[in-house]
């Protein structure tokens, strides 16, 4: 199975941007790369997904190297309320079922 | 927005019983996932199921069975619980068949204690 590999543990300061990277160097061709992030006390919440292109929706964006071996979550103002651990993930193609790793714990600083 | 429902929150039960954990999604997704999460070890997937009465074993089958009699009900069954199956277990839903990429969207959770 494709492993991803994030650091254990970030900080940022309230209202500034945030960039959680993931590495994924044994990524097959059909692997989409998904995010979730999941806050204390509730189950994980689908952030966003992509598979080679950069992605963007209301909660963030997702810049995918071109070879596909990385990948960055971007938040573009962090809150407060964005204090979760974020699960960066491969699934559906190959992979079949979403695979989860042990995260990094987002801390936002006031 | 989607919403996947468990039925309890927070459940203690004993040692060799039979215990069942309902999950039910309101979107009509095709998938429905049950995982248990253990602190150092992440979320891990217990089994799935893409259609009705279709079920797949995940990474940690042992010891538990799964029923989906209905589109929007995922049970988990554990035949005789046992203490090493205490743990948070988490219920989730998604769009599409087998090794779909769509989202997975997930319920809060029932924390389960097996003394």
């Known amino acids: 199975d494709a492993k991803t590999t994030q650091p254990n543990s970030m900080e940022s300061n309230e209202e500034e941007p945030v960039h959680l990277p993931c590495n994924h160097s044994t990524i097959s061709g059909t692997d989409y790369i998904h995010w979730y992030r999941q806050l204390p006390s509730q189950g994980p919440e689908y952030v966003i997904h992509g598979l080679t292109s950069n992605v963007n929706n209301r909660m963030a964006s997702l810049a995918i190297a071109e070879d596909r071996k990385s990948s960055t979550l971007i938040l573009h103002r962090a809150t407060l309320r964005d204090a979760a651990v974020y699960y960066c993930?491969?699934?559906?193609?190959?992979?079949?079922?979403?695979?989860f790793g042990k995260g990094t714990k987002l801390s936002v600083k006031p | 927005d989607v919403k996947v429902t468990q039925s309890s929150r927070y459940l203690v039960k004993r040692t060799g019983e039979k215990v069942f954990l309902e999950c039910v999604q309101d979107m009509d997704h095709e998938n429905m996932f049950w995982y248990r999460q253990d602190p150092g070890l992440g979320l891990r997937l217990i089994y799935f199921s893409y259609d009705v009465k279709m079920k797949e074993k995940g990474d940690i089958p042992e010891g538990y069975s799964v029923s989906r009699e209905k589109k929007e009900r995922f049970s988990l069954i554990l035949e005789s619980a046992s203490t090493n199956q205490t743990s948070m277990y988490l219920c989730a839903s998604g769009q599409g068949g087998l090794y779909s990429n769509q989202p997975q969207h997930f319920g809060d959770g029932t924390r389960l204690s097996i003394l």
């Open positions: 993930i491969l699934g559906g193609g190959s992979q079949g079922n979403l695979i």
